[in-house]
Protein backbone atom coordinates (compact mmCIF):
# COMPACT_ATOMS: atom_id res chain seq x y z
CA UNK A 1 0.00 0.00 0.00
CA UNK A 2 1.50 3.73 -0.87
CA UNK A 3 -0.26 5.67 1.95
CA UNK A 4 0.18 5.00 5.47
CA UNK A 5 -2.73 6.26 7.09
CA UNK A 6 -3.39 7.13 11.11
CA UNK A 7 -5.63 4.94 11.90
CA UNK A 8 -8.61 5.20 13.44
CA UNK A 9 -11.68 3.12 14.52
CA UNK A 10 -14.51 4.76 12.14
CA UNK A 11 -17.35 2.18 13.17
CA UNK A 12 -20.83 3.84 12.93
CA UNK A 13 -19.54 5.93 10.33
CA UNK A 14 -18.78 6.00 6.15
CA UNK A 15 -17.58 7.20 3.22
CA UNK A 16 -19.33 8.23 -0.22
CA UNK A 17 -16.93 9.77 -1.98
CA UNK A 18 -13.76 8.23 -2.76
CA UNK A 19 -11.17 6.84 -5.88
CA UNK A 20 -9.11 4.12 -6.98
CA UNK A 21 -6.30 4.10 -9.29
CA UNK A 22 -9.41 2.89 -12.11
CA UNK A 23 -9.28 7.16 -12.22
CA UNK A 24 -7.07 9.55 -10.47
CA UNK A 25 -6.83 7.99 -6.72
CA UNK A 26 -2.99 6.50 -6.24
CA UNK A 27 -4.52 2.77 -4.37
CA UNK A 28 -5.55 0.22 -6.39
CA UNK A 29 -9.64 -1.50 -5.58
CA UNK A 30 -8.07 -4.04 -3.28
CA UNK A 31 -5.92 -1.70 -0.90
CA UNK A 32 -8.80 1.21 -0.84
CA UNK A 33 -10.88 -1.89 0.67
CA UNK A 34 -7.93 -3.18 2.83
CA UNK A 35 -7.98 0.59 4.07
CA UNK A 36 -11.09 0.94 5.00
CA UNK A 37 -11.96 -2.44 6.39
CA UNK A 38 -8.90 -1.59 8.92
CA UNK A 39 -10.27 1.91 10.12
CA UNK A 40 -13.72 -0.17 10.24
CA UNK A 41 -15.61 2.04 7.92
CA UNK A 42 -19.32 0.62 8.47
CA UNK A 43 -19.37 1.11 4.23
CA UNK A 44 -17.66 2.52 1.15
CA UNK A 45 -18.91 3.77 -1.97
CA UNK A 46 -16.08 3.94 -4.92
CA UNK A 47 -16.99 6.99 -7.32
CA UNK A 48 -14.09 7.16 -9.93
CA UNK A 49 -14.61 9.19 -12.68
CA UNK A 50 -16.67 8.38 -15.23
CA UNK A 51 -16.19 4.67 -14.98
CA UNK A 52 -16.80 1.25 -12.51
CA UNK A 53 -14.21 -0.12 -13.21
CA UNK A 54 -12.69 0.23 -9.66
CA UNK A 55 -15.86 -0.62 -8.18
CA UNK A 56 -16.22 -3.74 -10.06
CA UNK A 57 -12.55 -4.78 -9.03
CA UNK A 58 -13.49 -4.16 -5.37
CA UNK A 59 -16.97 -5.25 -4.86
CA UNK A 60 -16.05 -9.15 -4.42
CA UNK A 61 -12.96 -8.02 -1.98
CA UNK A 62 -15.56 -6.06 -0.10
CA UNK A 63 -18.02 -8.88 0.16
CA UNK A 64 -15.32 -10.81 1.76
CA UNK A 65 -13.76 -8.41 3.84
CA UNK A 66 -17.68 -7.89 5.40
CA UNK A 67 -17.78 -4.45 3.87
CA UNK A 68 -20.77 -2.67 2.94
CA UNK A 69 -19.88 -0.77 -0.36
CA UNK A 70 -22.03 1.17 -2.41
CA UNK A 71 -22.14 1.68 -6.29
CA UNK A 72 -21.40 4.91 -7.34
CA UNK A 73 -19.43 7.43 -9.56
CA UNK A 74 -18.29 10.70 -10.36
CA UNK A 75 -19.39 12.53 -13.54
CA UNK A 76 -18.60 16.36 -14.55
CA UNK A 77 -21.46 18.48 -16.25
CA UNK A 78 -21.72 22.19 -17.23
CA UNK A 79 -24.31 24.29 -15.41
CA UNK A 80 -25.27 27.87 -16.56
CA UNK A 81 -26.05 30.20 -13.52
CA UNK A 82 -29.35 32.34 -13.50
CA UNK A 83 -29.54 34.72 -14.24
CA UNK A 84 -26.80 35.66 -16.85
CA UNK A 85 -25.59 32.59 -17.82
CA UNK A 86 -22.56 32.16 -16.18
CA UNK A 87 -20.87 29.02 -16.86
CA UNK A 88 -19.51 26.78 -14.00
CA UNK A 89 -17.95 22.77 -14.13
CA UNK A 90 -20.43 20.94 -11.50
CA UNK A 91 -19.54 17.58 -10.49
CA UNK A 92 -22.39 14.66 -9.65
CA UNK A 93 -22.20 11.85 -7.71
CA UNK A 94 -24.50 9.12 -8.94
CA UNK A 95 -25.24 6.12 -6.59
CA UNK A 96 -27.11 3.14 -7.45
CA UNK A 97 -28.30 1.57 -4.04
CA UNK A 98 -30.62 -1.13 -5.13
CA UNK A 99 -29.57 -2.45 -8.88
CA UNK A 100 -26.66 -2.44 -11.46
CA UNK A 101 -26.76 0.34 -13.79
CA UNK A 102 -28.81 0.26 -17.18
CA UNK A 103 -27.60 -1.06 -20.13
CA UNK A 104 -28.08 1.96 -21.72
CA UNK A 105 -26.18 4.16 -19.31
CA UNK A 106 -23.20 2.19 -19.61
CA UNK A 107 -23.19 3.05 -23.02
CA UNK A 108 -23.57 6.47 -22.53
CA UNK A 109 -20.20 6.12 -20.32
CA UNK A 110 -18.42 4.72 -23.18
CA UNK A 111 -19.22 7.69 -25.52
CA UNK A 112 -18.31 9.96 -22.34
CA UNK A 113 -15.32 8.17 -22.03
CA UNK A 114 -14.27 9.02 -25.53
CA UNK A 115 -15.30 12.61 -25.24
CA UNK A 116 -12.66 12.10 -22.24
CA UNK A 117 -9.81 10.84 -24.79
CA UNK A 118 -10.50 13.41 -27.65
CA UNK A 119 -10.23 16.19 -24.74
CA UNK A 120 -6.89 15.04 -23.79
CA UNK A 121 -5.32 15.10 -27.65
CA UNK A 122 -6.40 18.29 -27.92
CA UNK A 123 -4.60 19.41 -24.75
CA UNK A 124 -1.69 17.41 -25.84
CA UNK A 125 -2.10 19.54 -29.21
CA UNK A 126 -1.89 22.81 -26.98
CA UNK A 127 0.66 21.23 -24.70
CA UNK A 128 2.97 21.07 -27.73
CA UNK A 129 2.68 23.63 -29.26
CA UNK A 130 4.05 25.46 -26.46
CA UNK A 131 7.24 23.22 -27.07
CA UNK A 132 6.29 20.71 -24.12
CA UNK A 133 6.96 16.88 -25.42
CA UNK A 134 4.00 14.77 -24.14
CA UNK A 135 2.18 12.19 -25.71
CA UNK A 136 -1.45 10.06 -25.27
CA UNK A 137 0.40 7.39 -24.82
CA UNK A 138 2.18 8.74 -21.86
CA UNK A 139 -0.67 10.17 -20.02
CA UNK A 140 -2.33 6.73 -20.85
CA UNK A 141 -0.05 5.36 -18.81
CA UNK A 142 -0.58 6.85 -15.90
CA UNK A 143 -4.46 6.51 -16.16
CA UNK A 144 -5.78 4.28 -18.69
CA UNK A 145 -8.52 5.22 -20.60
CA UNK A 146 -9.85 7.53 -17.93
CA UNK A 147 -6.84 9.67 -17.88
CA UNK A 148 -7.39 13.21 -17.06
CA UNK A 149 -5.86 16.30 -16.05
CA UNK A 150 -4.78 14.73 -12.94
CA UNK A 151 -2.66 12.40 -14.81
CA UNK A 152 -1.21 15.51 -17.11
CA UNK A 153 -0.06 17.05 -14.09
CA UNK A 154 2.35 14.15 -12.34
CA UNK A 155 3.80 13.97 -15.75
CA UNK A 156 4.45 17.38 -16.31
CA UNK A 157 5.89 17.38 -12.91
CA UNK A 158 8.02 14.09 -13.85
CA UNK A 159 9.21 15.47 -17.23
CA UNK A 160 10.26 18.74 -15.22
CA UNK A 161 7.79 21.30 -16.37
CA UNK A 162 6.28 22.18 -12.97
CA UNK A 163 7.52 21.60 -9.28
CA UNK A 164 4.16 20.06 -8.12
CA UNK A 165 0.66 19.38 -9.35
CA UNK A 166 -0.51 22.68 -8.08
CA UNK A 167 1.55 24.14 -10.14
CA UNK A 168 0.57 22.07 -13.31
CA UNK A 169 -2.78 23.39 -13.16
CA UNK A 170 -1.94 27.03 -12.66
CA UNK A 171 0.56 26.98 -15.99
CA UNK A 172 -0.80 24.76 -17.83
CA UNK A 173 -3.88 22.66 -17.13
CA UNK A 174 -6.88 25.02 -14.84
CA UNK A 175 -9.07 27.05 -16.37
CA UNK A 176 -7.24 30.17 -16.15
CA UNK A 177 -4.20 28.49 -18.14
CA UNK A 178 -2.97 29.34 -21.46
CA UNK A 179 -3.28 25.70 -22.30
CA UNK A 180 -6.88 24.88 -20.62
CA UNK A 181 -8.88 22.76 -23.04
CA UNK A 182 -12.23 22.54 -21.64
CA UNK A 183 -14.05 18.93 -22.34
CA UNK A 184 -17.46 18.47 -23.98
CA UNK A 185 -19.67 17.58 -20.77
CA UNK A 186 -23.54 17.04 -20.88
CA UNK A 187 -25.32 19.99 -18.88
CA UNK A 188 -26.20 18.85 -15.45
CA UNK A 189 -30.32 18.63 -16.40
CA UNK A 190 -29.19 16.13 -18.92
CA UNK A 191 -26.73 14.62 -16.74
CA UNK A 192 -29.38 14.40 -13.88
CA UNK A 193 -32.08 12.90 -16.28
CA UNK A 194 -29.25 10.11 -17.77
CA UNK A 195 -28.72 8.78 -13.67
CA UNK A 196 -32.24 8.70 -13.20
CA UNK A 197 -33.23 6.90 -16.31
CA UNK A 198 -30.20 4.38 -15.44
CA UNK A 199 -31.52 3.76 -11.85
CA UNK A 200 -29.70 5.96 -9.74
CA UNK A 201 -29.79 8.97 -7.89
CA UNK A 202 -28.22 12.14 -8.68
CA UNK A 203 -26.20 14.09 -6.17
CA UNK A 204 -24.43 17.26 -6.36
CA UNK A 205 -20.57 16.89 -5.04
CA UNK A 206 -18.71 19.65 -3.13
CA UNK A 207 -21.02 22.44 -3.88
CA UNK A 208 -18.35 24.65 -2.46
CA UNK A 209 -16.27 24.27 -5.71
CA UNK A 210 -19.62 26.69 -7.61
CA UNK A 211 -18.16 29.09 -6.05
CA UNK A 212 -21.93 30.79 -5.74
CA UNK A 213 -21.60 33.71 -2.75
CA UNK A 214 -25.09 35.20 -3.64
CA UNK A 215 -27.75 33.31 -1.15
CA UNK A 216 -30.78 33.91 -3.81
CA UNK A 217 -28.65 32.70 -6.72
CA UNK A 218 -27.87 29.42 -4.74
CA UNK A 219 -31.55 28.68 -3.89
CA UNK A 220 -32.49 29.24 -7.32
CA UNK A 221 -29.46 26.69 -8.71
CA UNK A 222 -31.25 24.09 -6.14
CA UNK A 223 -34.52 24.82 -7.03
CA UNK A 224 -34.08 24.63 -10.78
CA UNK A 225 -32.03 21.00 -9.97
CA UNK A 226 -34.69 19.66 -7.65
CA UNK A 227 -37.15 20.05 -10.13
CA UNK A 228 -35.15 18.49 -12.78
CA UNK A 229 -34.80 15.18 -10.56
CA UNK A 230 -31.53 15.93 -8.14
CA UNK A 231 -31.59 13.64 -5.24
CA UNK A 232 -29.28 14.69 -3.19
CA UNK A 233 -26.79 17.06 -1.97
CA UNK A 234 -22.79 16.44 -0.57
CA UNK A 235 -23.01 18.13 2.53
CA UNK A 236 -19.84 16.76 4.27
CA UNK A 237 -16.74 16.69 2.42
CA UNK A 238 -13.02 17.46 3.02
CA UNK A 239 -13.01 21.27 1.28
CA UNK A 240 -16.30 21.92 3.63
CA UNK A 241 -15.69 23.68 7.11
CA UNK A 242 -18.05 23.36 10.01
CA UNK A 243 -19.97 26.51 8.94
CA UNK A 244 -20.83 25.07 5.56
CA UNK A 245 -21.88 21.81 6.57
CA UNK A 246 -24.35 23.32 8.75
CA UNK A 247 -25.58 25.55 5.82
CA UNK A 248 -25.59 22.78 2.84
CA UNK A 249 -27.40 20.06 5.51
CA UNK A 250 -30.22 23.22 5.96
CA UNK A 251 -30.45 23.74 2.29
CA UNK A 252 -30.54 19.88 1.81
CA UNK A 253 -33.49 20.52 4.52
CA UNK A 254 -35.18 23.28 2.45
CA UNK A 255 -35.41 21.12 -0.69
CA UNK A 256 -35.94 17.82 0.04
CA UNK A 257 -32.53 16.78 -1.05
CA UNK A 258 -30.78 13.59 0.95
CA UNK A 259 -28.06 14.67 2.36
CA UNK A 260 -24.91 12.77 1.74
CA UNK A 261 -21.22 12.96 2.46
CA UNK A 262 -17.89 11.44 1.71
CA UNK A 263 -13.86 11.98 2.06
CA UNK A 264 -13.05 12.37 -1.76
CA UNK A 265 -9.85 10.52 -0.77
CA UNK A 266 -7.31 10.09 -3.55
CA UNK A 267 -4.29 8.07 -1.52
CA UNK A 268 -1.00 10.00 -2.38
CA UNK A 269 -2.31 12.12 -5.54
CA UNK A 270 -3.96 14.34 -2.37
CA UNK A 271 -2.14 13.11 0.97
CA UNK A 272 -3.86 15.52 3.04
CA UNK A 273 -7.38 13.99 3.02
CA UNK A 274 -7.66 10.84 4.50
CA UNK A 275 -10.15 7.82 4.33
CA UNK A 276 -13.39 8.45 6.45
CA UNK A 277 -12.03 11.51 8.40
CA UNK A 278 -11.25 13.94 5.29
CA UNK A 279 -8.81 17.15 6.16
CA UNK A 280 -7.66 17.19 10.46
CA UNK A 281 -11.15 15.10 11.13
CA UNK A 282 -13.08 17.57 9.34
CA UNK A 283 -15.66 14.38 7.85
CA UNK A 284 -17.64 12.24 9.83
CA UNK A 285 -20.47 10.90 7.84
CA UNK A 286 -23.50 9.37 9.87
CA UNK A 287 -24.43 5.71 8.77
CA UNK A 288 -28.22 7.00 8.39
CA UNK A 289 -27.50 9.02 5.60
CA UNK A 290 -26.69 5.22 3.24
CA UNK A 291 -29.80 4.22 4.94
CA UNK A 292 -32.06 6.85 3.69
CA UNK A 293 -30.32 6.46 0.54
CA UNK A 294 -31.53 3.28 0.26
CA UNK A 295 -35.35 3.23 1.93
CA UNK A 296 -35.65 5.52 -0.85
CA UNK A 297 -34.89 4.18 -4.06
Not at 265 to 294: M, S, T, W
Amino acid sequence: MTTTPVLADLSGFIDLHSHTNASDGSLSPAELIELASSLRLDALSITDHDTFAGYEVALPLASAAGLDILCGIELSSRYYLPPNGAHRNLHLLAYFPVASPSESFKRWLKDLQEDRRDRNRRLIAALQSRGIAISLEEVEGLGRSIAGRPHFARLLVQKGHARHTEEAFRLYLGENAPTYVERESPTTQQAVGLVLEGGGLPVVAHPVRLMISDPGVERRVFQELKAAGLAGLEVYHSDHSAALQSHYLRLAEEFDLLPTGGSDFHGDAKPGIQLGRGIEDNVRVPRRFLDRIRELR
